[in-house]
């Protein structure tokens, strides 16, 4: 399949949620954007989402279903506890102290 077609194709059955890196940071970066199915719950989703962020055996960057929202030349770390995705309007995190390892973030949370 040609470069267009995978695109068009991500696009009609296919969402973008942000991956958010806030450990250890001053403020939080967003460092992926991630493909996940349209049609799964959050949870799902989100899940997706610290699963493709996350080097095992090879660079996360690298896996077709994310864009990287940093510079070519730079890498980032992998997604752990404390950091957030994004899906839709909703912010969540994750922390091994949560029901699931997710849990919604409000602003008066931040």
């Known amino acids: 399949m040609n470069e267009i077609m995978e695109k068009n194709l991500k696009a009609a059955t296919?969402?973008?949620?942000?991956?958010?890196?806030?450990?250890?940071?001053?403020?939080?970066?967003?460092?992926?954007?991630?493909y996940?199915?349209?049609?799964?719950?959050?949870?799902?989703?989100?899940?997706?989402?610290?699963?493709?962020t996350t080097s095992i055996v090879m660079g996360w960057w690298n896996s077709p279903?994310?864009?990287?929202?940093?510079?070519?030349e730079h890498t980032v770390r992998s997604t752990q506890f404390g950091d957030q995705v994004l899906i839709g309007n909703i912010k969540y995190e994750y922390?091994?102290?949560?029901i699931?390892?997710?849990?919604?973030?409000?602003?008066?949370?931040v």
Do not use: S
Not at 65 to 72: D, G, I, L, Q, Y
Not at 100 to 109: T, V
């Open 14 to 34: 296919m969402e973008q949620v942000a991956v958010i890196h806030t450990v250890d940071k001053d403020r939080p970066q967003t460092v992926a954007m991630v």
């Open 95 to 98: 922390n091994e102290k949560f």
């Open 65 to 72: 279903n994310v864009v990287p929202m940093f510079e070519n």
């Open 36 to 52: 996940v199915e349209k049609d799964w719950d959050d949870y799902k989703k989100a899940e997706y989402a610290f699963m493709e």
């Open 100 to 109: 699931g390892g997710l849990r919604e973030i409000y602003d008066e949370d």
